[in-house]
């Protein structure tokens, strides 16, 4: 909950036609960073969705014909002041008229994109992995652009895609647009989850409950090294059985199986270095019957791409994934944890369009 604050709405001589809501305030006691933040939206149309534990009520817009570029932003995103991109964001629904959304609670980007997709000829995220994720699963089926303008404290994808990072401005005006393959993970009582990067079992998955929040937000990539070495001293590895395109690979003590689309996770870690993300393919790297401390060891030839030639290791590319363990293992997807084994991946070629800047 933001303490301390002060909340002040003012008409802003310099945003026509816009009101602005500006918030100031302390995220928690003793901190001295004062957060600022600019939500922009019109006057005519109040959010329309409920809220779900919101900090503060984010002006919403109601879309016009004019009106085709949907903005979703993830207010907690560390880039978004990092990177201060407040002014370009408010610039940009001034230039280009579009629609911008603050999300409000986990799974929003994904619940209005499907409910809204149609209404719009392009999607740009603002944040980070989770929050493209969210956005990738909401447009799975309707013919809408997407891009991303990094804003969360990780976004592996934008690595792995020709163009990218690039500036807000740029991903509004371009007309041109690229296929990308999606991978589909779909569990036993027929949940499906969507990803763009990597859907991962065992140390990936631990990796990301070990990560201390404050560290996430202070330095990306010592909190996944963190969360990772913490990982590796605690977690129980589990025999697995995997099936790569039909070929049976016994795991015994699977330590890790990252399935990817594209070649990074863990904020630039090139776990599949050849990956693409359009090549139709999964890359599929397992490291099973292997030790606490061989794992260690070796930890660092995951930063240099050199991991997929140690000899316990398996690199190959497929398009379905299967995996049965003798137990129950954690998974995650694009950074967060969703659910666990079993479960069975695909992947889907060309299924969305990628915004080339």
């Known amino acids: ?55 503060h009520q984010p002006i919403s817009v109601r879309v016009r014909e004019d009106q085709r570029a949907l903005i979703l932003v993830n207010p907690e995103g560390v880039g978004l002041r990092k990177n201060r991109l407040h002014a370009a964001i408010a610039a940009a629904v001034e230039k280009h008229c579009a629609v911008l959304v603050e999300t409000r609670y986990a799974g929003h980007a994904g619940d209005y994109c499907r409910a809204h997709a149609g209404e719009f000829d392009k999607v740009i995220s603002v944040g980070g992995d989770g929050l493209l994720m969210d956005v990738v699963n909401g447009l799975i089926g309707a013919d809408v652009a997407f891009g991303v303008l990094p804003g969360g404290s990780a976004c592996d994808f934008v690595k792995a895609a020709p163009g990218y990072p690039a500036p807000l401005e740029r991903l509004l005006g371009s007309q041109e647009t690229m296929p990308v393959d999606v991978g589909k993970v779909t569990f036993t009582d027929g949940l499906a989850r969507y990803f763009l990067e990597e859907a991962g079992v065992g140390l990936d998955a631990a990796s990301i409950a070990y990560i201390p929040d404050w560290l996430r937000r202070v330095h990306v990539k010592r909190a996944y090294d963190v969360g990772a070495l913490r990982a590796i001293l605690r977690y129980r590895p589990a025999d697995a059985r995997v099936w790569l395109d039909g070929d049976l690979v016994e795991l015994p003590r699977l330590q890790l199986l990252a399935v990817c689309n594209a070649p990074y996770f863990g904020d630039g870690m090139p776990i599949a270095p050849d990956a693409k993300i359009d090549d139709g393919q999964l890359h599929v790297f397992a490291i099973a019957d292997a030790s606490r401390f061989e794992i260690l060891r070796n930890f660092r030839m995951v930063r240099s791409g050199t991991h997929i030639n140690h000899p316990q290791a398996i690199y190959r590319s497929c398009r379905r994934v299967r995996i049965e363990a003798a137990r129950e293992m954690p998974m995650c997807i694009d950074g967060d944890l969703v659910c666990h084994t079993p479960s069975e991946w695909e992947v889907l070629p060309e299924r969305l369009r990628l915004i080339v800047p």
């Open 1 to 55: 909950m933001i303490r301390g604050g002060v909340l002040l709405r003012f008409f802003d001589p310099n945003l026509p036609g816009k009101w602005a809501l500006m918030i100031l305030g302390k995220r928690w006691p003793g901190d001295a960073l004062l957060q600022l933040r600019t939500i922009v939206g019109r006057r005519e149309s109040p959010a329309c969705l409920p809220s779900q534990g919101l900090r």
